[in-house]
Structure formats: structure tokens, C-alpha cells
């Protein structure tokens, strides 16, 4: 193992390796309607500031990319049905795009100026900072991951979905409605995010043995955070986000109007606050959790 290119040189490396693959992810991306071609603005450096703090930075954003646009495209016809929302393949814009890589991106910032962009390993002996941290960028890409599974998942589950502030039974597409399904996915999407942190980490961090053993624990602190956001997100989009049936469209909408009537939540956060919010506070717990438990 070694520390994947540490030193000035090896970030300029990773500098050029971050935006030629970020290029061509973009370009294919938008070709493949994922996003638009005003998200490239912000996804593109957002590639270049995880790169250059490390490869496995990269790895966990993409990661996430290329599992929430493949469950976005599961199930599309029944969901053009129910989400107001709904485009084709999912097209995210660049406010998305920031929504769900900007606090990681601050981060992977700050983590770079401490280390030099040597990848480090979770270890509060060695740096109670560092740890948090990293530990904040895979809450991050947990909490991201799970609302993504469990949104796009979730809403295909057979059971009806019941509102997590009441646990009464609402229409599906409801903001704060949960489902057994949709909280398994987020836990199976927050599980993906440690296990490619803790395997790319092999190749690029070098530790004692038994810090090197304790990063697994990576595996089951980010499927709690992918479970944790998810609820996170859910109770903000049952109180602060709207909810309302309109009986012209047949489908729950996230405005009210005329024909709409209202099923829960106060008109405060759209859907990008609602997940800015419970990234943030995500982020925050697990990097606190972090410091307690490497």
C-alpha cells in the first residue's frame, strides 16, 4: 500500500487525471440524460477538489453517481405516473448537483490543505481534525446515497407508504412518507458508500495494523448514516416541505393551488433545502461519531 501520489506533484497528477474523467463522465451523462448540461459547471470541480484530496475522495463521489442514476432509472413508467417531478433518466441540475456535493466538496477542500493530499486513514491518535473530517464525507455521501435509494426505490414498493411523523398511511409521492423497503434501501445504499471507502482505502493508505482493521468499522457507521439521513430527510420533508393532492393531475405536488389539497408539511424547504439540511446534519453526526469511535 502507499499514499496515492502525496506531494505537489502527485496533485497535479491527479489535478489533470480528475478532469479528463470528469469530461467524459459529463459528456456521457448528459448524452444519457442524468444531468443537465448546467450541472457539468458544478460536477466537474466538484471532481477536480475530490481527486485532488484523494483517490478515494473520487471514488466515493462516484460511487454515488453511478448508483443513484442507475436506481433512478428503475421502475421510470410507474414513476412519470406518481412524481410530479419526474424527468427522464432523472436529470439533475446544477442546483441538485450542488445540493449533493457541495458540503463534501468544502470538505475534501479542507482535508487536502491539512494533508498535502496524502490520503490518511480514520485515527483520531494521529488527528482528531483529519478523522472528522473524512468522517463528514462519508456521512455526506451516505446520507446522499440513501435518500436517493429510498426515494427512487421506496416510491416502486407495494406497501403503501405511512408518514413518519404519524405513521398514518399517505399517498405515495408524499414528502415524508416511508416505506420498510425504501429505509432497507437507504441502508443498502449508505452500506455501498463504507465498503468503497474501505476498499479503495487498501490501495491508498498506509496504517498500522490495528488502525489498518479498525477502518472497517467505515462499513457499518455509513450504513447507519445512509438509514440516519434518510429519516433526517424524511421528518424535514413531513413538516417543512409541502404536500398536497391535486385533484386535476391525479398526483401529489410539492405547490399548492386551487385544486390542490393540502396532506402535510408547511411550504418552508423545497426538495434541494430539504436535502442540504439533512446532509448538513448527517455530515455533522458522523463526523462526531467518528472521532469516538477511531
Not at 460536477?43 to 484523494?54: D, I, Q, S, Y
Not at 479542507?110 to 478523522?131: F, H, M, Q
Not at 414528502?175 to 490501495?203: E, H, K, P, Q, Y
Not at 433526517?232 to 405536488?253: E, H, M, N, P, W
Request: net charge positive; charged share 15%.
Amino acid at each position: 500500500m502507499d499514499h496515492g501520489g502525496g506531494g505537489g506533484s502527485g496533485i497535479w497528477i491527479r489535478a489533470a487525471v480528475a478532469v479528463a474523467a470528469g469530461a467524459a463522465i459529463a459528456a456521457r451523462a448528459v448524452r444519457r440524460k442524468s444531468v443537465d448540461s448546467s450541472a457539468v459547471f458544478v460536477g466537474v470541480p466538484a471532481m477536480v477538489a475530490h481527486t485532488v484530496a484523494g483517490y478515494r475522495f473520487a471514488g466515493l463521489l462516484l460511487v454515488f453517481f453511478f448508483t443513484s442514476s442507475r436506481v433512478t432509472r428503475v421502475g421510470e413508467a410507474r414513476k412519470r405516473a406518481l412524481d410530479p417531478e419526474f424527468k427522464e433518466g432523472g436529470q439533475r441540475n446544477w442546483k441538485q448537483v450542488l445540493s449533493n456535493s457541495g458540503i463534501a466538496s468544502i470538505l475534501v477542500v479542507l482535508i487536502a490543505s491539512v494533508t498535502g493530499g496524502t490520503d490518511r486513514c480514520l485515527d483520531s491518535k494521529e488527528s482528531t481534525l483529519v478523522t472528522a473530517l473524512i468522517g463528514g464525507v462519508i456521512g455526506h455521501y451516505a446520507c446522499c446515497n440513501g435518500d436517493t435509494w429510498s426515494s427512487e426505490l421506496g416510491i416502486l414498493s407495494k406497501a403503501e407508504p405511512r408518514i413518519i411523523t404519524t405513521f398514518k398511511r399517505v399517498r405515495k409521492g408524499t414528502n415524508g412518507g416511508v416505506t420498510i423497503d425504501g429505509l432497507l434501501a437507504a441502508a443498502a445504499a449508505g452500506f455501498s458508500i463504507g465498503l468503497a471507502f474501505v476498499l479503495i482505502g487498501f490501495f491508498t493508505t498506509q496504517c498500522a495494523p490495528d488502525v489498518f482493521w479498525n477502518q472497517l468499522l467505515a462499513i457499518p457507521l455509513a450504513t447507519a448514516a445512509g438509514l440516519c439521513g434518510s429519516l433526517i430527510d424524511s421528518f424535514l420533508g413531513a413538516t417543512v416541505q409541502y404536500s398536497g393532492f391535486c385533484s386535476v393531475r391525479k398526483k401529489v405536488v410539492g405547490v399548492d393551488g386551487p385544486t390542490v389539497t393540502r396532506i402535510s408539511g408547511m411550504n418552508i424547504l423545497d426538495n434541494n433545502g430539504v436535502n442540504v439540511v439533512s446532509v448538513f446534519l448527517t455530515t455533522a453526526l458522523t463526523a462526531v461519531a467518528c472521532t469516538y469511535i477511531f
